[in-house]
């Protein structure tokens, strides 16, 4: 009985150790999002189940743009979306979208830190654009 109970034991020790190594693994894969300022031009390769992230800071009442536009390549597409950065919150931003997406303009609600992430099917070359005033 004694050793049935003991390896159950190293059993479930062994299964325990698998979880939490694949969900470090996981997160260390994670990079931290990049920091812009206003005005920004950047350039990345996006595709698969990755994203790339951005945060940029802006001031209650301005007025935040982002454009994107990629090199056409098949049927890719790349898109992006803007959010709240504050811990807990990450609320979608509400705006005014244009030029079938690729364009987002949006009132800043409250200071703080905002998220924009990028994410392509299947995958893109990208440029970003963003700007705060």
Same mark, same amino acid.
């Given at each position: 009985?004694? !050793?049935? !109970?003991?390896?159950?034991? !190293?059993?479930?020790?062994?299964? *325990?150790?698998?979880?939490?190594?694949?969900?470090?693994? =996981? *997160?260390?894969?994670?990079?931290?999002?990049?920091?812009?300022?206003?005005?920004?031009?950047?350039?990345?390769?996006?595709?698969?189940?990755?994203?790339? $992230?951005?945060?940029?800071?802006?001031?209650?009442? =301005? %007025?935040?743009?982002?454009?994107?536009?990629?090199?056409?390549?098949?049927?890719?597409?790349?898109?992006?979306?803007? *959010? &709240? /950065?504050?811990?807990?919150?990450?609320?979608?931003?509400?705006?005014?979208? &244009?030029?079938?997406? $690729?364009?987002? %303009?949006?009132?800043?609600?409250? %200071?703080?830190?905002?998220?924009?992430?990028?994410? /392509?099917?299947?995958?893109?070359?990208?440029?970003?654009?963003?700007?705060? $005033?």
């Amino acid at each position: 009985m004694k !050793l049935k !109970l003991h390896w159950r034991s !190293l059993l479930l020790a062994a299964f *325990a150790i698998l979880v939490f190594t694949a969900h470090v693994s =996981r *997160a260390q894969d994670e990079k931290p999002p990049k920091r812009l300022r206003s005005p920004a031009t950047v350039r990345g390769l996006v595709g698969g189940e990755s994203m790339d $992230k951005y945060v940029i800071r802006a001031r209650k009442g =301005r %007025t935040m743009t982002v454009r994107i536009s990629w090199r056409k390549e098949g049927d890719n597409h790349a898109d992006f979306s803007v *959010a &709240s /950065a504050s811990e807990g919150d990450g609320e979608q931003l509400t705006g005014q979208e &244009s030029d079938n997406g $690729k364009r987002w %303009t949006g009132k800043i609600p409250k %200071t703080g830190d905002y998220l924009i992430s990028v994410t /392509a099917v299947p995958s893109a070359n990208y440029t970003l654009r963003v700007s705060v $005033k």
